[in-house]
């Protein structure tokens, strides 16, 4: 456990370095942060979940902002989003206190969040920014009841890790067709919105529990902040970075973080 003041500047930088090397690829810095949390700022359980929602409280409204002054809002995707990963995450939240209130088998939940992000990133192909021109390539969108159990079930998950969703939710929505200008916003959007009511659940949810429940708000603050600064940076970089290359070396490290809290969970 770091000293008092240190760990907010600690957060800060490794908050903007994670959010750097993660906004290129399109995924959430978030995901990432919560090991970091734990291994390196010793933030105890559950308490991390909260705090790792209020990064996406702080950081991700830049990005929302940028994304409406394009005009990209995300319409009608970004609504069917919000309405199933609403319910989900306070659902996860309450799960998360109430079942999941231990760091052994909370191992194994990021485990198994991590890893099949992190496959994901390393083995898939990048999408051709053409992709819905070629001859041949037939979308298959997601029906809007299908996308709103899924997106329910990944809210819950969200809940339960601390993530807003977006990270799960975007590759899906690209994969299936929607075109990334489209997907990125209505996935952030629901990121920020259920990051939000996760950060109200927990909170009230400390006032009934004698355990470590609600959100560390100067950590939670500064890991924003960091997020915000790097994310701005990242998306800059994008251009000048391979994509491939991006995407293998944060697919590695994604994984390679999985395999050890797998091997945490289980021993």
Do not use: K
């Amino acid at each position: 456990m770091l000293g008092a003041g240190w760990t907010e500047a600690v957060a800060f930088a490794a908050a903007c370095a994670i959010a750097v090397a993660a906004t290129p690829a399109g995924v959430s810095g978030a995901v990432l942060l919560l090991p970091f949390q734990v291994s390196v700022l010793g933030t105890p359980s559950p308490a991390v979940t909260p705090t790792n929602l209020l990064y996406n409280v702080v950081a991700t409204p830049g990005a929302l902002v940028r994304y409406w002054r394009q005009g990209q809002t995300g319409g009608r995707l970004a609504v069917l989003l919000i309405a199933g990963t609403l319910p989900g995450v306070i659902a996860g939240s309450v799960i998360r206190v109430e079942l999941l209130p231990g760091p052994h088998v909370f191992d194994l939940v990021v485990s198994i969040v991590l890893a099949p992000l992190g496959c994901w990133l390393a083995l898939a192909r990048p999408p051709s920014p053409r992709t819905g021109d070629e001859p041949g390539r037939r979308a298959r969108v997601i029906a809007s009841p299908v996308l709103a159990v899924l997106a329910a079930v990944v809210g819950c998950a969200g809940g339960i890790y601390g993530i807003g969703g977006g990270s799960i939710l975007a590759p899906v929505l690209i994969g299936s067709g929607r075109p990334p200008a489209e997907a990125a916003p209505a996935a952030l959007a629901s990121t920020f919105v259920t990051s939000v009511a996760g950060v109200i659940t927990f909170t009230i949810l400390s006032a009934h529990q004698h355990g470590t429940v609600a959100p560390g708000w100067p950590a939670g603050i500064a890991l924003g902040l960091g997020g915000l600064a790097g994310g701005y940076t990242g998306a800059r970089l994008q251009a000048r970075l391979p994509d491939t290359l991006i995407r293998r070396v944060l697919g590695v490290l994604v994984a390679a973080i999985a395999i050890r809290y797998l091997w945490s969970g289980l021993s």
